[in-house]
């Protein structure tokens, strides 16, 4: 059975900090790579930061380099994504999504395919 549960959104100033979290069904942790991903009005969806399953190798955008970070407890079957030094262009609907391939860019970002399954996502807002 396929479960993907966002939770942890909400407002916050500039500067602070969220912890979003990710409750996948056994099923979805199996498929080895989830990520976070986010989609602020008017723009495309685009990736976050993701996390192997099995041997917990992490990839993140430049944009949030060295401010977000994953990570998961595989007895939970959870994935976590602690935001810390929020800002206004951080605010955007933020989905947890699983099922897909993913590889580092020279950039030091990452490339990955559409994600097959995704949940329904939790609203950030972070206010200037």
């Known amino acids: 059975q396929v479960q993907l549960v966002e939770s942890g959104g909400g407002l916050v100033q500039s500067g602070g900090s969220l912890r979003l979290s990710c409750a996948a069904s056994?099923?979805?942790?199996?498929?080895?790579?989830i990520g976070w991903f986010r989609q602020a009005p008017g723009k495309e969806r685009e990736g976050v930061s993701c996390?192997?399953?099995?041997?917990?190798?992490?990839y993140y955008s430049n944009s949030v380099k060295g401010r977000f970070t994953i990570s998961r407890d595989n007895a939970k079957n959870t994935v976590y994504l602690q935001m810390n030094n929020l800002k206004p262009d951080d605010s955007a609907i933020y989905y947890c999504?699983?099922?897909?391939?993913?590889?580092?860019?020279?950039?030091?970002?990452?490339?990955?395919?559409?994600?097959?399954?995704w949940g329904q996502g939790t609203q950030v807002t972070v206010s200037s």
């Open positions: 999504a699983a099922d897909f391939e993913v590889w580092g860019a020279n950039s030091g970002s990452y490339f990955y395919t559409p994600p097959k399954y």
């Open positions: 056994r099923f979805v942790m199996d498929h080895n790579i």
């Open positions: 996390i192997s399953i099995s041997d917990g190798r992490t």
